[in-house]
């Protein structure tokens, strides 16, 4: 499966604004939103994706796979998920904490299209090369 980096990069941008949000307002049901997008990028269905797709309708100059982003949409997911354990469970340290991590991951892949999702995906590919 490939991916748009474009759509990659805006999908960063506004995950980068929804943390910031949570992070200004403290709210509960903002991590829980990302995590639910998170989740659906997880498994090929980005909503953030799927609004840069309708916004945009040229095609992309290149494609990269997109498997060490899904990735990323699973790490991102255990962040915004104990963001969200976090202040469900009254942790502030621990909501804060994860929140920001999430929110840094996300703004240098939007800043400077640095994916460190795709990294660590990399890292372990390199570290567990699959069987043969």
Do not use: H
Not at 20 to 47: E, H, N
Not at 95 to 110: K, M
């Amino acid at each position: 499966m490939q991916a748009d980096p474009r759509a990659l990069r805006f999908s960063a941008v506004l995950t980068a604004v929804v943390l910031a949000l949570v992070l200004l307002t403290g709210s509960a049901w903002l991590p829980a939103a990302q995590a639910a997008v998170f989740a659906l990028g997880l498994f090929g269905a980005s909503p953030y994706g799927m609004i840069f797709e309708e916004m945009v309708k040229s095609p992309p100059a290149e494609r990269q796979d997109a498997t060490p982003p899904r990735f990323a949409q699973g790490v991102g997911l255990l962040f915004a998920l104990m963001g969200l354990v976090g202040y469900a469970i009254q942790i502030t340290p621990l909501a804060l904490g994860a929140v920001a991590a999430a929110l840094f991951a996300a703004f240098l892949n939007a800043a400077f299209r640095l994916c460190l999702g795709c990294e660590m995906f990399l890292i372990i590919r390199r570290l567990l090369p699959a069987a043969k």
